[in-house]
């Protein structure tokens, strides 16, 4: 039965990696489709290798997920606790994925594990949520707002006298080079993320110890887990920040990109904290385009994002809490 459990739980940590490849692809790949710089399936097929290739850079986010959050749980009740806060990330991605809504699959699956530890009466580490989790995530989209718009700004001056048909055609090609370093990002974030899921899990079934490296097997599985959802698409999500934020031209998505890129790279490499893609682009891609005029940026969808941003942890921690009750109920 324990063995069944680690199974069970491994393959829903895998499917909740699945769910963010979908959801999120659209980070890494919305603005080079709106602006026309790559084709759909080709912006796909690039996002999916380059977030495979993320996943092998580094492990200081996966080590963040694993130790930094959540105290390890033990036994049986510590896979229930991590199968409820993974159904409670997957079940608010398919929700603002229905809706087209940018929302952060890192802070579902955060907000999960934190109420379903809650729910098992389990330690929560508040410091290393508040440290790690909760000042990045209201950091990260402030700097990439600022550095968006500073970055434009930068881009405008140095072009400012360049032919405009010369200049947006040489910044579609820049695109894919902008476009696969977020790609690497994400993948370098977001698969590093389900790596410290399954590596909770592997410690409470005892095949490892805390503290280990994390198997081979365990990424290669991340990350190609995350490179199929990302290839399977994301498309509302897509409109949403191709379009509906702001209309792109290939400097502006350039701009962008290249920001959010420099953010998730600091993030990760500096400072093991596990940011969020959807928040770092969204914003940098307001910023980018405060620079044409801060009314050219709907900011009523901005406000309906950010208000996504902000309910995502609170609402699938309580989906990961009544997923633990009901777990319980049945199995405890």
């Not at 899921?197 to 599985?221: F, H, Q, R, T």
């Not at 962008?256 to 940098?284: K, L, R």
């Amino acid at each position: 039965m324990d063995t069944f459990a680690l199974v069970v739980t491994i393959a829903v940590a895998l499917f909740f990696t699945y769910t963010n490849g979908f959801h999120d692809s659209a980070n890494a790949i919305a603005t080079s489709v709106s602006t026309r710089a790559l084709t759909p399936r080709a912006a796909l097929a690039m996002a999916a290798v380059m977030n495979l290739a993320g996943a092998f850079l580094g492990s200081g986010v996966a080590k963040t997920v694993s130790e930094g959050l959540i105290a390890t749980p033990t036994g049986g009740q510590g896979m229930m606790i991590l199968f409820a806060g993974l159904v409670g990330a997957i079940t608010w991605n398919m929700v603002t994925w229905y809706y087209g809504l940018p929302s952060s699959s890192s802070h579902a699956l955060f907000g999960g594990l934190v109420g379903a530890a809650l729910a098992g009466a389990s330690t929560v580490h508040w410091d290393g949520v508040l440290e790690k989790i909760v000042i990045p995530m209201v950091l990260s989209p402030i700097v990439g707002l600022v550095l968006g718009y500073f970055v434009m700004v930068v881009i405008l001056w140095i072009f400012r006298n360049a032919n405009p048909h010369k200049a947006k055609r040489g910044f579609r090609i820049a695109q894919t080079v902008s476009a696969a370093g977020m790609a690497l990002g994400h993948g370098l974030q977001d698969a590093q993320k389900t790596m410290g899921v399954v590596v909770m899990a592997l410690v409470i079934g005892g095949v490892e110890d805390e503290g280990d490296a994390i198997p081979v097997w365990v990424k290669i599985s991340c990350a190609a887990m995350l490179s199929l959802g990302t290839y399977a698409g994301g498309w509302r999500i897509m409109r949403t920040l191709g379009r509906r934020i702001i209309e792109l031209d290939p400097p502006q998505g350039f701009a962008a990109e290249t920001t959010a890129a420099g953010v998730m790279y600091t993030a990760s490499f500096m400072f093991q904290a596990p940011i969020s893609t959807t928040h770092v682009i969204t914003s940098a891609i307001m910023g980018v385009g405060a620079t044409k005029r801060v009314s050219a940026v709907r900011w009523g969808v901005a406000k309906n994002i950010v208000l996504g941003w902000f309910i995502t942890m609170p609402a699938a921690a309580g989906v990961a809490a009544l997923s633990y009750w009901i777990v319980n109920l049945a199995f405890g």
